[in-house]
Every structure is written in structure tokens, then in C-alpha cells.
């Protein structure tokens, strides 16, 4: 994947990716559902693509893939049972420039991907943005008492390189302990 130029990546603002969805009627174990791409992922068309990003490694550490798989190839992750979509659609440089009517509309919009895939396990990265979307200020890290839908809520933490309190290891951890319990009876 080629490194965009600071040119690309300024016309990449309020571009929105396609998510990585199975086909309908595909089982889908969980929904990764990030706050909303950065400019390097609306200048490469994929899902956390910015390096240093650590969502890929932390789903390869945690025992999600069998290998580190490329942003490029997250066209594979339904073939693990699993999906990206983002709780804001547009790109944007920083997170902080959504507003949160934004991330609550996004809930409802994520409430309706949730209804018609139905996965087992909702997993949203990115507690602030949770707390903002569904109206749940106390939210921590982990496994959430409500359902949206059919599925499970988990909040796993931000895996943008600029969440300096959570490193790589402590990341795939939590990554680990969903993967568990999305695979619990199987």
C-alpha cells in the first residue's frame, strides 16, 4: 500500500469507506465498529489503515486471524466471521472533530446494521465514543450489560497509536477476552 501524500490526504476529508460487511445471511461473530476513519484511511479506501494504527496487529495477537493481515486485506474478514463499520462514516484528521449529534445518529445507524447482520458481539473501539452515541457516561472497558439487538456490546479501547494508555499488548488483551467470549459455544 502505497504512502499517501499530504495532498491525498487533505482531499480525503469527509470521504466516506464502505464497510466490510459478509453477505447477508453469513454469520457474523463480531462487528468492529471504530469512531471514524482518519485521513490516511479515506486516502487508501481501508479500515484503520494510518501505521501505527494497532488494530491489525491486536486482532492477529489476540487469536482473531491465523496471520497479521494488511488494511488492503480486509476484504478477508468475513471469512473469519467478522466486520468493520464506524459509528461516524466521514474521514476527518482527528475524532474530535465529530460533533455528537454525529455519533449519536451513528448509533442509530449502527442499531439497524446490528438488527439486519445480527452478530453475535458488537464491538465498539472507543470508549468516549460509546459513552457520547448511546448515552452511557459511566461506560468502561469491557463486556456491557445491555444488547443492541441480537448482539453482545463490548467497548474496546481507541487502537489509534495516539491512545498512549493503552500499549499493543494491553490492547490484544482485551481483543483476547472478546474473541473468548465470541466463541464460547462454538
Not at 68 to 84: D, H, K, N, Q, V
Not at 113 to 125: G, Q, S
Request: hydrophobic content about 40%; aromatic content about 8%; some cysteine.
Amino acid at each position: 500500500m502505497k504512502r499517501p501524500t499530504k495532498a491525498e490526504l487533505e482531499a480525503a476529508r469527509d470521504r466516506v469507506i464502505q464497510d466490510v460487511l459478509p453477505v447477508d445471511g453469513t454469520p457474523l461473530r463480531v462487528l468492529f465498529c471504530g469512531i471514524n476513519p482518519g485521513l490516511y484511511s479515506g486516502a487508501t479506501g481501508f479500515h484503520f489503515a494510518r501505521p501505527g494504527n494497532r488494530f491489525w496487529p491486536a486482532l492477529y495477537r489476540s487469536g482473531f486471524t491465523d496471520r497479521l493481515l494488511t488494511p488492503a486485506e480486509e476484504w478477508l474478514l468475513p471469512s473469519y466471521g467478522l466486520g468493520i463499520t464506524n459509528l461516524a462514516a466521514r474521514t476527518t484528521a482527528r475524532a474530535d472533530e465529530l460533533t455528537a449529534e454525529e455519533l449519536r445518529e451513528g448509533g442509530r445507524r449502527l442499531v439497524e446494521l446490528v438488527e439486519r447482520h445480527r452478530p453475535r458481539f458488537l464491538a465498539v473501539a472507543g470508549v468516549t465514543a460509546y459513552r457520547t452515541a448511546f448515552g452511557m457516561p459511566k461506560a468502561q472497558i469491557g463486556p456491557r450489560p445491555e444488547t443492541i439487538g441480537p448482539a453482545r456490546v463490548w467497548v474496546l479501547p481507541n487502537p489509534s497509536g495516539l491512545n498512549a494508555s493503552w500499549p499493543l499488548d494491553r490492547i490484544a488483551e482485551e481483543f483476547a477476552r472478546l474473541r473468548e467470549a465470541a466463541t464460547d459455544g462454538d
